[in-house]
């Protein structure tokens, strides 16, 4: 079966820029999650989807980070404006139920 | 926050050789996960052992947990090269499949 997709895989942006992020998640997962990943550490949660709705948003900085769900599948996470501070692997995971099922991440280096 | 801290940080073995890695965590949990990362990629999930379990196996990984000290163990067996990569424990605390991960310890097996 097919993987998670993400896209990009590489981003570059000035600090005050926006940048979005799309995932796929694999077929039939309901939950999809969002993590974000500094270097050296270990991935964080910053949103938890099921189907179409939030489940977790607890440690989303919603003065600049935005994600939705379309129609249960496919999602995409905003920054709005950008700070150098966000400079991290942002890794897109989906789950039928317990095992997450990772994409590749984006790599987003904020100058 | 983080839940799961692994130890040691980092890891160097001969190929052939045994590797263990442990996890401690702070509440109580459903489950604990096992996931690998190899350098820029995203994390595949190795093993998952749920709280009234004590030993688990799978091909050369074997993971035990204690609930009252609150550990985990991973042990690879015959280490390979291709085995380098960072490991995370995650604990999932509550229900709706919520992972809270470790920072990680990084294997370098040297052949």
């Known amino acids: 079966e097919a993987g998670v997709a993400q896209s990009p895989r590489y981003k570059i942006i000035e600090k005050r820029q926006s940048v979005a992020f799309w995932c796929n998640p694999i077929?039939?997962?309901?939950?999809l999650y969002w993590y974000q990943q500094i270097l050296g550490q270990g991935p964080k949660l910053l949103i938890q989807?099921?189907?179409?709705?939030?489940?977790?948003d607890s440690q989303l900085p919603k003065d600049r980070f935005s994600a939705e769900r379309l129609k249960g599948v496919d999602s995409t996470l905003k920054i709005q404006p950008a700070k150098l501070e966000d400079s991290a692997v942002y890794l897109c995971?989906?789950?039928?139920?317990?095992?997450?099922?990772f994409g590749p991440g984006t790599r987003l280096l904020v100058l | 926050s983080q839940q799961g801290e692994e130890d040691p940080q980092a890891l160097s073995i001969q190929e052939g050789e045994n590797a263990t890695m442990n996890c401690s965590y702070k509440?109580?949990?459903?489950?604990l996960q096992w996931y690998r990362q190899n350098s820029g990629r995203g994390l595949v999930h190795l093993i998952l052992?749920?709280?009234?379990?004590r030993e688990k196996h799978s091909g050369r990984l074997r993971v035990t947990l204690d609930t009252s000290k609150k550990s985990s163990s991973l042990l690879i067996t015959a280490s390979r090269a291709a085995d380098t990569a960072s490991y995370f424990c995650?604990?999932?605390?509550?229900?709706?499949?919520?992972?809270?991960f470790g920072a990680g310890t990084i294997l370098r097996v040297k052949s």
């Open positions: 995971a989906s789950s039928p139920r317990e095992t997450q099922y």
């Open positions: 077929s039939g997962h309901a939950t």
């Open positions: 989807f099921q189907n179409n709705g939030v489940v977790d």
């Open positions: 509440t109580s949990i459903n489950n």
């Open positions: 052992i749920r709280s009234n379990e």
């Open positions: 995650a604990t999932d605390e509550e229900y709706g499949n919520k992972l809270v």
